[in-house]
Structures are given as C-alpha cells and as structure tokens.
C-alpha cells in the first residue's frame, strides 16, 4: 500500500481569505486579477502546501521565506515570479526548476497574485475519529517477536515515500518500510526518565510525524508486518513530535492549524489541544504562528516547545493536562530546532531570522542567554563535545554559509567560556547536519545547502582537538543526489550517511553509505530506500548521545 | 471635555470577513442579500459593538447570546429579527426598544444578515502611541493635597458619561467626575500585599478600564481637577482589570482583539501582550475567546484571568514578565465574573451557560471543584458570610431566576460543607449583584433582570442567621429607573445602592441611595450621577472585605 498525499478534505472546504472588498457592500469592486479554474487553484494549493508554505506560510505571512500576498506578488507579476521560482534568488530561496515543471511554475506564479485560501481548523473530535489502533493493546508482545537486536535499529525517514525503514543495525538489513504520514519530519522514541536507561521497554515505541499531520506508532518488539500499531492525525501541516519523559504522553506540533496536541502515549487517543497563536517578541499578533520543534526535557517533566514565528520558546510541564502549566519565554525569531546540553538542564536551538543560538533553563524554565552566530543556523540533531580550551561545547551547522559554529555549554564548571562563541571551522558549504558521538574523535557536518554538486555530495569531518578538518568525504557522484544527515550506531563504530535521490525521488534509488567512525572509510551501502532523510539508532537516541 | 465614543479608526479598517464566495474563482456567486450604504453599514456596527457584541461577540459566533451569523439569521428574515431585538426572547434577550429606535432596530436587523466585519488587531506599538501621561510622575504629591478622609472614598462608574465619579463617603458630597472610557465596566485599586494593610499608598491609585479598552490612572491623593493621572488604550472592547499584589503591574483583558496585556503600574506603559485565542473545553479553536475578569491572588504573585469562551481559568504569575507563567485550567463555559473566599485562597467563579460556579484553588494553581447551581449565576463582586449550620459560606445571584445560592467554602475546617451548596433563598426577581460586610447581620441582592418595573426598583435582604429576607426596599419608584449594585462605607455602617437612569441616560438624573446597614432606613441621597453603575470603597475593597 502505498500512500499517495492529497489535500482533498481540505481543499473541499477551503474558503476565500479577505479580499479587495470595500467595506460591507453589497457591490464589489473587483479589479482585473490573475485568475484560475477551479482545477487549477486546487493543484497549485496543493502544490504550494507541500512546497512552499513550509517557509512561507499558509496565509503567505512569510516567515523564512518572503511574505506572498497579493500586495507584495502583484508588484512583481507574472513573469518575474515565474523566474524567482525557477531560478531562486540571492536571498536564499532554493531553485526548483528541478522539482516544478513549467507548467506548474506559471500555476504557482498566478495562484501567489491571488488571495491565499485559508485552510480549517481541526477539532479534538476531528482527531479522534481519525484514531486507530492495528494493533489492540492487550495483543501487544510482551517480549520481541524477532531476534534482532532492536537496541541497534535504525528508524529511517524515507522521506518521498511516506514511509519510515527499520534497518538492523549489527547486519545492516532492512527489516520494514512501514508505512506513515507524508513526508515525516522527525521520529521520536518512547522514554522513561524515572527507570533506568536498560529497561527494556525504553525505545520500544517510535512515534512518527507526517508533514501531513499523521501520527504513527512503531513497536520495534513487533513482526515486520505489523509494526505500525496505531495511527491518527492531529493537524494538516505538521512537524514535530515528543514523548513526555514518563512515556505516558505524545506531544506533536500542527504547523496548521497552529496548535499542539497531546495524546495517549499507548493509543495516540487525542487528549488535550492548545492553540500555539500569539503575540510575538515585536507585540504583534500572529495568527500563523507554527510549532517548529518539540523535545522532552531530560530532568524536568516538561516539553520545550518552539513556537516559530513569535520567538517564543513555551516549556510545558505535563505533570497535570487539566491544569496545564507553560512558561512562555521571549526569545527571538525564527526558532526552528535544536539539542540539550550534555546535563540535559539546557536546550540550545536555532533562532535563523535573528542569526542566533537561544539557550533555555529547563530547570529555572527561563531564558539563559542568546548567543550570536553566522547566518542560518541550523543545528538538526547537533553536536556537543569538549574542546580542550573552551570545556563542554555545542556546534551548529548554517543553512547560508559555510561555517559550523562552536560555543561553551558548561556555564557551572567553564563560566568564562558558557554561552560564547569558542571557534568556527569553515567548511566548503552551507549544510543544515552536524553530528558527532562522545566515543569518537570527529564532528561531522553535511553541506547540503551548497548549489554545486560536488559540494552538495561531500560532508566534511574535522578533528575536536586540532579544531582542523581531517577529511571532505564524497559520498555519492551519481547526478541528482546529494549527501546529508550522519547518524552513529549504537556503540559508535559507525557513521551512517543518507544519500538522497532528490531528482528520481518516486523511486528506491536512495542509499545509506555506512563509515568506520575511525579511519573515516567505507564499511558498506545500503540499497533500496526512497529519499533517505533523518536516521535514529535506538540506543544512542534513548540515551541522549550526540 | 465629555468624551464620546467613536469606532473611527476601527470601522476605517474594517474589512470583510470570508463571505460565500466559491473557491478561488475569478468568477464570485453573490446571492440576493439585504444591502446597506457605507454610511448605515459604520452606524449598524457601531450600534451593534455597543449594545449587542458583549453577548453574541463581534464576530457573532454566539457565547451568551445566539449565534447571529447569516447562516442562522438569513433563515429568519428581517421581519422576525427586528421583533426580536425590540421585544426579546424567552430564552433570556433582554427587549431593546426602549434603547433603539425603530430605523435603528431594522438598520441592526439587516446588519446582522450580512457577513460580520472583522476588526483589526492591535499591536503593542499601537498601545504605546496611546500611553499619555497628564501628571509626570516627578510631580505626583508626597501626601494628600485635600483633607478629606480619601480612605472612605467611593469610586463611582459613570457608565452611559463614559466617566468615574469620586465620592466623599464621610460628607456624601461628589469630589469630581473624571473622564474615563465609554462605559466602565470595572475599577481596581492599587495594592501592595507585601506591606500592612494600612500602608498609605495601598488604594491610592485607581484605574479604570472602559469598554473601548481606555485605561485610566486616577490618583485619589490629587487635587479634583488632577486625579486623572495616566491613561493608554490595550484594546477596542475590553471588561476587566487588576493591579499586581506588588503594585508594580496593571493587567486588563480585552475582549476584542482577544488577549491580556501587561502594563508598568506608574506609567501605564504596556509592556507585555497574550493572546486568549484558544482551543475551549469542547477541544474547538475560537477565535473570539475573550477575556471575561480579571482578578489579583492575595497570596500568591498572580492574576487570575477568565478567558470566557474557552471556558478555561488561567492563573499568569507576574514575577518574571519575561518568562511568562501560565496555568490553563479546564473549567466550564462561558465563565464570567467572580470572588475569593475570606482566606484568598479560593477562587470562585461563574460559568453561566454551565450553571455552575467554578471554584480555583490559587495556592496549587488548579480547579478545585465545580458546584451546580440554578441558571446563569453572576455574583459580581460576591459575597462571603458565615452560616450557622455549614460555616463560612458564599454566595450568589443568578442572571436567570430569582434566586441566592449558597455553599460552603471552607474546605480546611469545614470539609463537609465544603464546594456544596448549602441552601437558596427565593427573591422577587433574577439579579446581578449579591453584597454583605463582615459586620453585618444582613444579605443584600439586587433583582435588576426583572422585567416589571416596581421589582427591578427594589432591593432584598435577608438575614445572615434565619436565611429569610427581612426586608424588601423600593429603592426608587420612578418611571425608567432600576436599583442596582450595593457597597458598604468604610465602617459597614451604610450600604450605598445605585439607581440607574436607563431611559434618561444622557444626563445626570441617576442617583446613589444610601441606607443604614442596621435599621435598612434611608439615609440620604447623592445625586447628579449619570447611570451610576459600580461602586468602589477604597477601604473595603483593599481589605477585601465582602
């Protein structure tokens, strides 16, 4: 079964925004306006929503990317938009005259001059009539039903399939494709603070989140065939998922509507919405306000949400639901994701639009520093390490330069060097990746925002000590691919790279090139994956390695 | 200088929410439509911000009122809505024809069959361009300019002169009416609970919020023609206000745009925003969630905010603005308006369309209980005595029935009783405000929802230990007149009541009548009031004494 995206519910209900009527008449002054057939608006709404709204938004407020509205759109008009959108632009929007035909280049270029359609909301009713279980709790196993050793399974974003890949680790098989929302963007594994990092239940349950706001429940005990135990969904646009450290809870964030939601950890059953709409760091109102990123606290039982667009970072204590605490901290925009401290009390995420590192005090749930950096930072899964000047550090891959910035996260026993910038080792291009693992003696960051091929198919690993790099790693030379995402197995031996087959992305055509974390060479290739994206090995996520 | 109240800016902006148009078509599918000119479509909105939006919400999605979109109002038809407005409903709409006239009443009837339009938000810079400040805080006296007893002070809303009047509780003589904004609904005095009770600059300061969300600094130590201090505006529809137990912020809640904001206490600067916009108790988004009261905790450094359509009491911690605290608490809809106990501890609240009084418990920052009631409970500014049976207890008038209820609320001695309700006491007429002093013997309930006249212009009171009324008191017996609202004196030794001049609103014909709290005989009255409404004790209200 494979799953196909569509936007028919919304679309059917789709209604036109406010437009260019004057004021309660019933005449309507309707000047001359790009138009399209009904058809027409559909497929470029459909087209703009899995494309475009991820950087500009639904109501094309702009956040990342530039506002679309008509009164910034028209402006520009039919021929100059078309050229922004193949062709990109210095600002940094990408070029997509590879992913769009000219067809649906010329239909996005007219649908952006008209008023953006506003998609519904979703009702906590709406979200349990989509609830399902393909597995009843009491046939849970109550052991695991292979033997395989589940603590070195990756869990694998095949990203244009809709799917996620389980891949056994020691014999690097692929165990499943299961199944799961459009487009995932993270995979969250179960917890359980309060017992010890060996139980075995830990890590059992992986919790997908589909662009398409589909949730899903992996239980890695299970059969192939029926690892995916249940299912919902929880928004239209959505992207990212938590476990609340007692594993009782799910949290996801909904892009759109703008909101968050909490679920039974066992049956995904919707329990709890809160709107994530607001006021941002400038005073004003934001109805697109998305959640960008949601991660459990290791010490506290709360989640840290990140609110993108108002630059607020909300900590949200799930001890009580029904009375439910949230520190809503100012920060800055546009807060997209980050990683804890080696103590788990601080979590350092990207603000991209304000070229800053926000620190947040899980413990005091406050504000602890904001810390300037290159332009775009972009973390993903980060990296901490200890250097042997600064003490503990946290380094950041950007999305618009060639940089990885490194910073003290020690502020009780390195005060001098917390919560500033140590180093930056240049690299040859922008990349949105950085990995490394406490055993190993390399940092790894991909450069998958560089245009040229070359560059775009190579990571680079620098030494933590010389600070220098040690090798540019071309991971893949077939044309229309690019390297990204590294991910150490569970005793960080390895290093795992995707390869994404970004112009055959319809096709298993991707692979995972599989490193010798030490002498930096090729182990093996993992064959038969659609667009590989981010990869989680069991153990190492569980047990907050970075 | 009599202010008056003007939707210029507001109605300048206004645009038109999403109507029936079909998806994104050039082509727009306008059916025949009641019709208005600009001019009677600005009249009709102001006319319905005014009088008809505090019940069915601007966006007129229904909360106390019916939902009046054209969806539901079209099928009505504009003979049936203009005999509803002017004679009102069985299911509890009051009759307006004796406040609009007849092209008035057809004017909102066709109004509310056309798509309702969508006021602008207002962002913090707009607030500040609205902050002014008439006295500089260098040049506030170091002691009262006046030699009255400032500590018997009654502070009057003016309600229909859109000003507050400050009057001598000692010689029953008017100080000043002050320019306030249109139709106060609410006046709180500045506090401090860290210092004695008796601190001289506890009640010092006043501020007011009016309906058009002006916020007014009066300084009761001033001179007559000074005591308006500060003023700024934080919404264009608002309803409550509350001082921090520090003194340090003022906090008011709008009910259009939908949020709370924060503002320094000396200036009026505002300095904080949040929205209210959420997801309700049902688990359904409302845009239009608004922010029903707002009250200080005595013990705790905290505000208790009611977001009314939510249904959801939030208690927001102003110890650090910055990292902002919330509890959101699942109550019930739609919550109203409220007191605490004697301890200050527990909070206790109406839901109206719930018929249920919510009590908070501020100290775990949580729901504590929700207690039955008979329809549509509104305590105003509440009651709390002991009875002999069930101990401490509180109580209430209902908007609905004639009817006091009364339960238990002492949870710490009195457990048994406690969050039950102890008994009801049947009065002539529904009413609004419920009143008492520690020291007196009696209960006073007003029955201003009656619609005869001869019970909307009397009072009832009963006694404290028999549970019976003792005595009914016409407060006036002219034509267009109602009594409303009690307060007791600084000593207890008089209760004060208003008497409203609803069909003579525009002049100064309403009058405050003023009885002995033990013989209940008149004593005087104080006239040359316009709709004297709410009335303040400065001594009373900061000992919380109710």
Redesign the interface.
């Known amino acids: 079964m494979k799953k196909t995206f569509t936007l028919g519910k919304l ?1 059917a209900t ?6 260019a ?6 005449s ?1 002054a ?1 000047s001359a ?1 790009p ?4 058809a027409e ?2 497929k470029a ?1 459909e087209l703009y929503f899995q494309r475009c709204a991820g950087c500009h938004g639904v109501l094309r407020k702009g956040a990342t990317g530039n506002n679309l509205e008509p009164k910034e759109t028209l402006k520009k008009g039919q021929e100059r938009l078309e050229k922004i959108i193949a062709w990109g632009t210095e600002g940094g929007m990408n070029n997509f005259d590879d992913i769009f035909n000219e067809e649906e280049i010329s239909l996005l270029a007219t649908f952006i001059q ?2 953006p ?2 998609p519904p ?1 979703m ?3 709406m979200m349990k009539d989509r609830t399902k279980q393909y597995v009843a709790l009491e046939d849970y196993p109550t052991k695991p039903l292979h033997g395989r050793n589940w603590k070195n399974f990756f869990v694998v974003i095949e990203r244009d399939a809709g799917q996620a890949a389980i891949i056994d680790g020691d014999k690097h098989e692929i165990v499943a494709h299961i199944d799961t929302g459009y487009a995932v963007h993270v995979i969250k594994g179960s917890e359980n603070h309060k017992t010890d990092k060996n139980d075995d239940t830990v890590g059992r349950f992986w919790y997908t989140i589909g662009r398409d706001g589909k949730v899903n429940k992996i239980d890695l005990w299970q059969t192939p065939d029926k690892m995916l135990v249940a299912e919902t969904q929880m928004a239209y646009d959505a992207r990212d998922i938590a476990v609340s450290g007692d594993g009782k809870y799910v949290i996801a964030g909904g892009y759109w ?1 703008p ?1 968050f939601v909490i679920m039974d950890g066992k049956t995904l059953e ?1 329990l ?4 994530s ?3 941002n760091v ?4 934001v109805n697109e306000a998305r959640v960008a990123a949601i991660y459990t606290t290791p010490n506290e039982p709360t989640w840290i949400v990140a609110i993108k667009e108002l630059g607020q970072m909300w900590q949200v204590d799930y001890s ?1 639901i ?9 920060t800055a925009k546009f807060l997209h994701d980050g990683f804890f401290d080696p103590s788990g009390r601080y979590f350092q995420i990207a603000a991209n639009a304000s070229n800053k590192m926000v620190v947040v005090d899980t413990k005091e ?3 602890e520093k904001m810390i300037d950096v290159a332009s775009l930072p972009h973390p993903g899964p980060g990296a901490n390490w200890v250097d042997k000047e600064c003490g503990p550090v946290g380094g950041t891959t950007h999305l618009g330069i060639g940089e990885v910035s490194v910073w003290g996260n020690d502020p009780i026993k390195h005060a001098d060097q917390a919560w500033k910038l140590c180093y930056t080792v240049q690299t040859d291009g922008a990349g949105v990746f950085i990995r490394t693992h406490p055993d190993s003696q390399y940092v790894w960051a991909d450069q998958l925002k560089h245009p040229e091929p070359e560059i775009q198919q190579s990571v680079q690993v620098f030494d933590k000590d010389t600070r220098e790099i040690v090798k540019t790693i071309r991971v893949t030379e077939e044309e229309g691919k690019a390297a990204l995402h590294m991910e150490f197995n569970q005793d960080g031996s390895e290093v795992w790279v995707s390869v994404w087959n970004r112009a055959d992305a319809s096709n298993p055509t991707g692979e995972i090139v599989v490193y010798d974390s030490e002498t930096l060479e090729e182990i093996t290739r993992i064959k038969g994956l659609t667009t590989p994206t981010g990869k989680f090995n069991v153990y190492n996520r569980m047990n907050h390695k970075t």
Chains 1, 2 share one sequence.
């Not at 789709?14 to 437009?19: G, R, V």
């Open positions: 679309a789709i209604t036109l925004a406010t437009a009527l004057s004021t309660g008449l019933g309507m309707v306006q138009t399209l057939s009904e608006f559909d709404t008209m008023e359609p506003v909301e009702s906590l009713q509507p909101h919707p709890k919405v809160v709107s709409r607001g006021i400038d005073g004003e109102y009580d029904a009375n439910l605490r949230i520190e809503q901290m100012d749930r406050k504000l």
